[in-house]
T-cell receptor, first 111, second 114 residues
């Protein structure tokens, strides 16, 4: 069965420092992996996805994610955090029918 | 503007009183889905629809019904709501049901069942 794990409930990063939000997955076959962001009182917004090809995927707002097949990971990264990046981040895996989301990681960027 | 809309945004009801949460998308998307979001549990898929008249259960379908009579609409029905269905609900759509497609989410419906 497909699954997604986000091992950290919360990540605190100082503004200007690099950030990483971790995600590991378990799928049969080729994974379709996504990152979404949720700001307070809003729906989820798409950040980026991995389908195939380059292991480094670039997305919105300066975020990128690295697909690592051997470690079954898809960590979200940003070189320099902004206070406005503070939000709830979800990793997700999708097959032809269903979507499995991680439990979410709350990112706090400290001024 | 391309969007997914949900109504109502907030709803407080009592146990056993049937309710419907509407979802509509204006992007001609084939795939639509309902999720509930609970603290510490993330998003869990309730039901999904791959096209008109095609619906299937997600991970937590108990106590919910859906229908897909038109491509743009995908209502979520709670026939007899219970307090454990108090949650934040999201509708989402994507152009196709294929794994590579990005989902677009509605703004959410916060439901409280007393």
């Amino acid at each position: 069965a497909q699954s997604v794990a986000q091992p950290e409930d919360q990540v605190n990063v100082a503004e200007g420092n690099p950030l990483t939000v971790k995600c590991t997955y378990s799928v049969s076959g080729n994974p379709y992996l996504f990152w979404y962001v949720q700001y307070p009182n809003r729906g989820l917004q798409f950040l980026l996805k991995y389908i195939t090809g380059d292991n480094l995927v670039k997305g919105s707002y300066g975020f990128e994610a690295e697909f690592n097949k051997s470690q079954t990971s898809f960590h979200l990264k940003k070189p320099s955090a902004l206070v406005s990046d503070s939000a709830l981040y979800f990793c997700a895996v999708r097959d032809m029918k269903r979507n499995i989301f991680g439990k979410g990681t709350r990112l706090h960027i400290l001024p | 503007e391309a969007q997914v809309t949900q109504n109502p945004r907030y709803l407080i009801t009592v146990t056993g009183k049937k309710l419907t949460v509407t979802c509509s998308q204006n992007m001609n998307h084939e795939y639509m889905s309902w999720y509930r979001q609970d603290p510490g549990l993330g998003l869990r898929q309730i039901y999904y629809s791959m096209n008109v008249e095609v619906t299937d259960k997600g991970d937590v379908p108990e106590g919910y019904k859906v229908s897909r009579k038109e491509k743009r609409n995908f209502p979520l029905i709670l026939e007899s709501p219970s307090p454990n269905q108090t949650s934040l609900y999201f509708c989402a759509s994507s152009k196709y049901s294929g794994g590579a497609d990005t989902q677009y989410f509605g703004p959410g419906t916060r439901l409280t069942v007393l």
